[in-house]
């Protein structure tokens, strides 16, 4: 179960991010990479080392093993979390597809972004008919 941190009474971004990719099989890459960085910091939460919503400003050593290992530098001990959000991650081709209702996605912006994608990030609210994004 999510626990929401914040105010108001409306929490949903209904968020898409598309990284495109020069050609299927870095798409694959990148797609397999934010699979293992989600399972390790699934570990670490597990293991009560990171707790959604309180983020931490220290990496434990397993992480910083984890993210030498997937040759990932521009992820802060902060946006860690991120990657525990309720967030889908499809791959269709040579695009990354990813959908959720959170704001805070900078960690898998980062991530796509440093392994060569191009990226195009709107609320479906407001586009609708692009057929991504949970139905309204």
Same mark, same amino acid.
């Given at each position: 179960m999510k626990v929401w941190y914040g105010y108001g009474t409306?929490?949903?971004?209904?968020?898409?991010?598309?990284g495109? %990719? /020069?050609?299927?099989?870095?798409?694959q890459r990148a797609h397999g990479l934010i699979k293992k960085l989600t399972v390790g910091?699934?570990?670490?939460?597990e293991a009560g080392r990171l707790t959604i919503g309180e983020p931490s400003n220290? %990496?434990?050593?397993?992480?910083?093993?984890?993210?030498?290992?997937?040759n990932?530098?521009?992820?802060?001990?902060?946006?860690?979390?991120? %990657?525990?959000?309720?967030?889908?991650?499809?791959?269709?081709?040579?695009?990354? /597809?990813?959908t959720t209702d959170e704001t805070d996605v900078q960690a898998l912006l980062k991530v796509l972004l440093d392994k060569g994608a191009r990226i195009e990030v709107y609320s479906a609210h407001?586009?609708?008919d692009t057929s991504h994004g949970r139905s309204t």
């Open positions: 409306e929490h949903s971004m209904n968020l898409v991010m598309i495109r %990719f /020069k050609d299927a099989t870095a798409a910091l699934q570990a670490e939460e220290r %990496f434990s050593d397993e992480v910083l093993q984890l993210l030498s290992d997937l990932i530098h521009s992820i802060g001990p902060a946006e860690l979390e991120q %990657f525990l959000y309720d967030v889908t991650v499809r791959r269709d081709g040579d695009s990354i /597809k990813v407001d586009y609708p």
